[in-house]
């Protein structure tokens, strides 16, 4: 069956025509064109497929549609202002911390929601928040540092 | 994934009629019933999502001191909460090992439960304190000891038609403590292959007066261990007490052998977990085990 959905993705309402079995990932990637979200494992291991629901992140693989409205859902793509990067996509850029990139929009949203709540993270909580997220590339090593650097320049305004 | 009817009650009485259905499910947090659903392991006819519902997505403190936590309550909140922090930092502590960060902000307490995992993380903490859980249905609420619930992986006594409310958490006793520790290969993102939850109560002279000791992932269901709860109660706690109650444990445990770890192993974590758990209530007692043990 289809149904109407409506939420707010990236500060604008959208609607969209979904099948009432739509994963709110689903939703985003194959209804509104948000590809940033990527699936990898489909049951909440790989972390891919992260966005903020009211700030905290969240796997929408794991969330259906149909619990969207009346939530703020914010992906990778309502980031960047314009062509100007965010600070945490900037540091992950000067860092070197992507390589193939699968999983990059998920670690940058799990950071802003941890960056978000708590502004100069220590080494270990850094890596709790982005425990859920998977990188087969990096080791992590330059992810952290780059959440450090971005953390210090968002700090700093 | 086969259709299915989506509702979303504003009340439990609605909630509970919804639930008559037999191929209804609760929705909480979705971590374990969708990823069930998309690989096709559960099929679902309707999905009640209970999120709208007050009564099961609050903290409430009690009356006679203790909280019920509402079964919808993300893991992210509870070990965030201030008075589950003071009163009950066992289960904070625990709902912080449910997943990561973005299962923890979605996984319900009262799923974790439901799911009926033996390897639950919040369950042995949640034993450890005497939990109970409130379940409503159709002819009213009943009330009974969380260990009940348990019967079976993925099994537990709530009836169709029925829906687990909250988790009552009585207060804590003076001198008592809980710890739970469990072991994974990696540090976080993992199950427990063995885990073992303990709890404590000293009475005024330093001597046991009361002991429970819950095991995760080494039986079908989580499980007392009534061993090494008698070993304890009547004696001061001691290094070598400890690790003696660890091998009571070890006894007590029912593990199988699997591809995340074979009996004996499990059996040799239970020992240990349960040794150190023991010596983590002991550590918040303020007992020095060295001082004693000379």
Redesign the interface.
């Known amino acids: 069956m289809n149904t109407l959905i409506t939420c707010t993705v990236n500060g604008e309402e959208r609607t969209a025509l979904a099948d009432t079995r739509d994963t709110l990932l689903e939703l985003l990637r194959d209804r509104l064109g948000l590809t940033g979200a990527k699936e990898g494992c489909g049951n909440g291991n790989c972390g891919t497929c992260t966005v903020l629901i009211d700030g905290a992140a969240v796997c929408s693989c794991l969330m259906l549609a149909q619990e969207a409205p009346g939530h703020d859902i914010l992906t990778i793509e309502g980031l960047a202002k314009a062509d100007t990067l965010h600070p945490i996509q900037q540091a992950i850029v000067e860092s070197g911390g992507t390589q193939c990139g699968f999983c990059t929009p998920g670690i940058v949203l799990s950071a802003k929601a941890l960056l978000d709540a708590n502004a100069l993270p220590t080494d270990a909580e850094i890596r709790h928040a982005i425990a859920g997220n998977l990188c087969r590339c990096t080791g992590y090593g330059k992810i952290v540092e780059a959440i450090h650097s971005a953390a210090t320049t968002l700090a700093g305004r | 994934?086969q259709?299915?009817v989506?509702e979303r009650p504003q009340t439990m009485a609605q909630a509970v009629a919804l639930l008559r259905r037999g191929d209804a499910r609760v929705?909480a947090?979705?971590?374990d019933l969708?990823?069930q659903m998309?690989?096709g392991r559960r099929s679902v006819g309707c999905?009640v999502?209970i999120?709208r519902i007050g009564e099961l997505t609050g903290i409430l403190p009690l009356p006679e001191g203790g909280v019920a936590i509402g079964a919808a309550v993300t893991a992210?909140t509870v070990s965030r909460s201030s008075p589950i922090a003071a009163n009950f930092p066992a289960v904070a502590r625990a709902a912080r090992l449910i997943?990561?960060?973005?299962?923890q902000?979605?996984a319900s307490l009262g799923g974790n439960i439901c799911n009926a995992a033996p390897s639950a993380d919040a369950v042995p903490a949640l034993v450890c304190h005497a939990a109970e859980a409130r379940i409503a249905g159709p002819t009213g609420t009943r009330q009974l000891p969380l260990e009940t619930l348990f019967i079976g992986p993925g099994k537990t006594t709530i009836e169709r038609g029925e829906l687990l409310v909250s988790i009552v958490l009585p207060p804590p006793s003076a001198r008592s403590a809980v710890a739970y520790l469990r072991f994974t290969p990696r540090?976080?993102?993992d199950i427990a292959i063995a885990g073992a939850g303990t709890y404590l109560r000293l009475d005024q002279g330093g001597v046991i007066a009361e002991a429970r000791v819950t095991l995760a992932s080494v039986g079908p269901t989580p499980m007392r261990a009534p061993l090494a709860e008698q070993r304890l109660v009547g004696e001061r706690p001691t290094r070598a007490l400890l690790a003696e109650v660890g091998r009571c444990a070890a006894r007590d445990a029912r593990p199988i052998s699997d591809t995340r770890g074979s009996a004996d192993y499990r059996r040799s974590l239970i020992a240990v977990l349960t040794m150190r758990a023991l010596g983590d209530c002991c550590g918040q007692l303020g007992m020095d085990l060295e001082a004693s043990s000379k």
């Open positions: 994934m259709d299915f989506y929705l947090g979705g971590t969708i990823a998309r690989e999905i999502d999120k992210a997943g990561g960060v973005q299962v902000n979605r540090r976080e993102m």
